[in-house]
C-alpha cells in the first residue's frame, strides 16, 4: 500500500534537474534503493542489571522534528539520568548526528546511529532514555545496551509493519480528448494497479490531462500500453520525480 507522497523533488547531484515534461520515448529507468523511514513512533524497554533503558524511535522530517522529539521526552522523563540520541535524515539519509549526552564517549549515541544506518533507515531520530540502576556497565555494556535498545525497537517496528519502503516514481501526464477521458482514464487505473503506480488528480484544460506517479521500470509499459489503448495517438509526458513511502 502506498502511504504518501513526500514533498519536493528527488534531490540530485551534480546541478539542477530541469522540471519541465518530455514525450520522449523511454525505457525502463532503473533507480537506486532508497533508505526506509518509519510509518510510526515504536518503543522499546530493555532491562539490563537494574538499569532501564527506554528506546523511543520516531519519523521526522528535519532536525527540528527531531529536536522537538527529544524535548518532549527529556520534559517527561525528567527525572532520568540520560536521554541519549541518534538520528538519520535525508532523503539518501546523506545528515545524520548523536550525542551521549553524559555517557562515556563513543559508548551511546554512536552505536545507536551505526544500528540506524545498518538498518537503512532515514528520516528517523531514536532516543534511548536511561535509569541507572545502580550497576556499571562499562564501555562495552554501555555499548551493546544502547545498541540493542534501538535494534529491539526496530525488530519490534518491522513486525508491526511500522517500516515503510521508499521508491522513486516519475510524474507522468496523458493529455486526452474530453471524448476518450472516461475510457482511458480506466486503461490507466487498471495498469497502475498492476504496475506499482499512483493515479494522481488529473487537469482539464483544452484537453483532459490525466496524471499519474510511475516507477521507472514501467515507463516503457506504461508507453506500449497507451499505444495500444489508442491506436497509437496517446503519448505520455514524462516530467519531475517524487518519493513514495510504500508499506
Not at 523533488?9 to 534503493?33: H, I, W
Not at 535524515?89 to 564517549?105: I, M, N, Y
Not at 482514464?185 to 484544460?205: C, F, K, M, Q, T
Request: hydrophobic fraction near 45%; aromatic fraction near 4%; charged fraction near 25%.
Amino acid at each position: 500500500m502506498i502511504t504518501g507522497v513526500s514533498r519536493g523533488r528527488v534531490p540530485r547531484r551534480g546541478g539542477r534537474r530541469r522540471a519541465t515534461r518530455t514525450s520522449r520515448r523511454l525505457g525502463a529507468v532503473t533507480e537506486p534503493a532508497l533508505p526506509r523511514t518509519l510509518a510510526r513512533p515504536v518503543d522499546h524497554e530493555l532491562v539490563i542489571r537494574k538499569s532501564r533503558f527506554l528506546a523511543h524511535l520516531e519519523p521526522v522530517r528535519d532536525t527540528a522534528a527531531a529536536d522537538a522529539v527529544v524535548a518532549r521526552l527529556r520534559k517527561e522523563f525528567w527525572d532520568a539520568r540520560h536521554h541519549c540520541v541518534a538520528m538519520v535524515l535525508g532523503v539518501r539519509a546523506d545528515q545524520a548526528r548523536s550525542s551521549d549526552d553524559g555517557e562515556p564517549s563513543g559508548t551511546a549515541g554512536v552505536p545507536m546511529l551505526e544500528v540506524l544506518k545498518h538498518r537503512g533507515m532515514t528520516d528517523v531520530v531514536a532516543v534511548v532514555t536511561r535509569y541507572f540502576g545502580g550497576v556499571k556497565l562499562g564501555a562495552g555494556g554501555l555499548v551493546r545496551a544502547y545498541s540493542g535498545a534501538v535494534s529491539a525497537a526496530l525488530d519490534e517496528a518491522a513486525g508491526s509493519g511500522a517500516i515503510l519502503r521508499r521508491e522513486i516514481l516519475h510524474e507522468v501526464e496523458v493529455p486526452v480528448p474530453h471524448a476518450d477521458a472516461g475510457r482511458i482514464d480506466n486503461v490507466l487505473r487498471d495498469w497502475a494497479g498492476s504496475h506499482g503506480a499512483i493515479v494522481a488528480e488529473p487537469a482539464y484544460d483544452a484537453v483532459a490531462r490525466l496524471r499519474l506517479l510511475v516507477p521507472g521500470a514501467h515507463l516503457e509499459s506504461l508507453r506500449s500500453g497507451l499505444a495500444a489503448a489508442s491506436a497509437g495517438t496517446l503519448v505520455p509526458e514524462v516530467g519531475d520525480s517524487r518519493v513514495v513511502d510504500v508499506a
